[in-house]
Each structure stands twice: as C-alpha cells, then as structure tokens.
C-alpha cells in the first residue's frame, strides 16, 4: 500500500503530466471543473481543479469540509500511483472496477481526450 505522501507526490506528477497535454486539445476539452480523487485504501480524499493552465494543486482537507467535487476519482493508493507512472491503463482500470469516476457523461467523454 502506498503512503499519503507517495499519493500527493503521484497528483502533482499527473498535473506535470497534464502540462504536456497540448494547448490546441486543452482549448477544445477542457472545461473548468473541480476534481476529487478519494484514496480508499488510505480513507484521504485529495481536491484540486482542472482549468486551461493546468491540472491541481491537489490538497486533502477532512471530509466535513463539505466539498462537493464535479468530478469525482475514487482508487486504490497502490493503483493510482501505477497510473500514474504508466502500469496501469485508465481503460482497463475503469473497466477493471480499480477505477471508479462519478462524472457527467460530457465530463467522461472530454476526460476521456486528454488521459
């Protein structure tokens, strides 16, 4: 099982990752949104934001902050840092149950470009 503190260094390796998304691709699917990825393993819920400059910074507050996020991520702290570091597709693990996203349809289908 992975640490918290190897799953705040794997979301602020997405967001340098998300960096490299093109600027065209960018313009064309993203749309500002607020993002949750829920470690269930861990029981740490980390928020950030998808915006045109980028994706995060990701930060994990209590879950009695009452935050309610657009887009919600919830994975296991061993599979998100292997997403992350290109071991596991995000296909497969959605399609595998490792991955569960709580989004909109048009949410999933812009996701869907830039991963």
Sequence with gaps: MATVDECRVALRKLGEQFDEVDQESRAKHVVERSISCHIKDLGVTFYGRLHHGGLGPFEDLSPDDGREAEVKLTIG???????VNGELDMGRAVFGGRVKVDASFGDLLRLRKLL
């Design 77 to 83: 702290s061993d599979d998100l840092v292997s997403l």
